[in-house]
């Protein structure tokens, strides 16, 4: 009431505050009995007058506001904006989908069970808060991270308990490096192998005598050209990674972290565009070469895969260090993608 007579505001603006705000602040004032309640407007009262009960208000709520004009957004949005719900909630929801909220006070008068079933919110407090009644509620679609509020003594002269929301110690991640042995393709690599095979003189293969033999002549040749044109290296994968991370698009990261350190702002903002634009590529190269096929081949993987793309899972057997859109090496260790390029290979002259 002192802050209110201090600015002495010729308006009052917020949402739903003809019908709810004013009429929880009245019902509260009422019950702890502050003097000058009048402040509200700028008209002088002495008796308060008797108020209704109910989320709607009365006449009663808005008189108490004489002098001062009072301006409720909701009705506006109402008049301006086609929508089912006109909640904050509701509006912060839509633009933001993954957007934490917690709503907390003295819910005497209001309905928050219509709330909590057309939105994601749930009511956390289970103790009395007022004598044998829950009062003092907590609205939040957060309540996995929070433990279940303890109930504590009044604050001054309220005659309700105070509620305390403390968040949950959620366990640590690991942080766990994996380094795998993979072969770092690159097109015009691959293309040379495949003249390399092109090229050999397989007639020595025909000459020998046992299909034993045959099939380890043309094993070795072939590793020969593996490790020659494309030699095996030791990459680390972090466990946190995206699975559509890749060496180039961590060098790009790296490169912005760099320049972020040496407070290059020019530097910085250049690389930060690249791992911007970077990213956008990588994820649609991604579901093709991993994800796409899945979806008729094994629907299970599929909408594994999916999920762990989405970030709602922490399953990474769909991980794979991946190169210029080529799968370097899969979970298995097994060479992908290779056949294409010696095919290229064979075609080139």
């Not at 109910?54 to 008049?79: I, N, P, Y």
């Not at 293309?191 to 002549?217: A, E």
């Not at 895969?305 to 260090?321: C, E, I, M, P, Q």
């Amino acid at each position: 009431m002192a802050r209110l007579q201090k600015l002495d505001p010729d308006v009052l603006v917020g949402h739903d505050i003809s019908i709810f705000d004013l009429d929880v602040l009245l019902h509260r004032i009422n019950a702890c009995k502050i003097p000058n309640w009048s402040r509200m407007g700028r008209l002088r009262r002495q008796v308060m007058p008797k108020l209704s009960f109910g989320s709607k208000g009365g006449f009663a709520e808005r008189t108490a506001t004489c002098g001062r004009l009072v301006c409720d957004v909701k009705v506006s949005s109402q008049e301006l904006i086609r929508c089912k719900s006109y909640d904050l909630t509701d509006k912060l929801l839509l633009e933001h989908p993954n957007a934490g909220i917690m709503i907390l006070g003295d819910f005497n008068h209001f309905d928050y069970k219509t709330l909590c079933r057309h939105s994601f919110l749930k009511q956390t407090v289970k103790k009395p808060t007022r004598q044998s009644a829950i009062l003092d509620l907590i609205l939040t679609n957060m309540h996995q991270w929070y433990n279940e509020p303890e109930i504590l003594p009044a604050i001054g002269l309220s005659d309700h308990l105070s509620v305390l929301a403390t968040p949950a110690v959620q366990p640590k991640q690991p942080n766990n490096i994996i380094k795998k042995t993979v072969r770092k393709t690159k097109p015009s690599s691959i293309t040379s192998l495949g003249k390399f095979v092109k090229s050999l003189d397989w007639s020595h293969l025909y000459r020998l005598p046992s299909c034993q033999d045959k099939c380890d002549l043309f094993y070795n040749l072939l590793m020969l050209g593996l490790d020659t044109f494309l030699p095996k290296k030791k990459v680390e994968v972090h466990c946190r990674d995206k699975p559509w991370i890749t060496p180039d698009l961590k060098k790009l990261i790296s490169d912005r972290q760099h320049a972020l350190a040496a407070g290059n702002r020019n530097l910085y903002n250049q690389r930060r565009n690249d791992v911007r634009t970077a990213i956008k590529r990588a994820k649609p190269s991604y579901f093709q070469t991993h994800v796409k096929h899945l979806k008729t081949a094994d629907p299970s993987k599929w909408w594994k895969a999916v999920k762990n793309l989405a970030g709602y899972t922490s399953d990474k057997s769909f991980h794979s260090v991946i190169n210029d859109n080529r799968i370097l090496e899969d979970g298995n260790g097994k060479t992908a993608f290779i056949p294409t390029g010696l095919q290229q290979g064979f075609r080139s002259d």
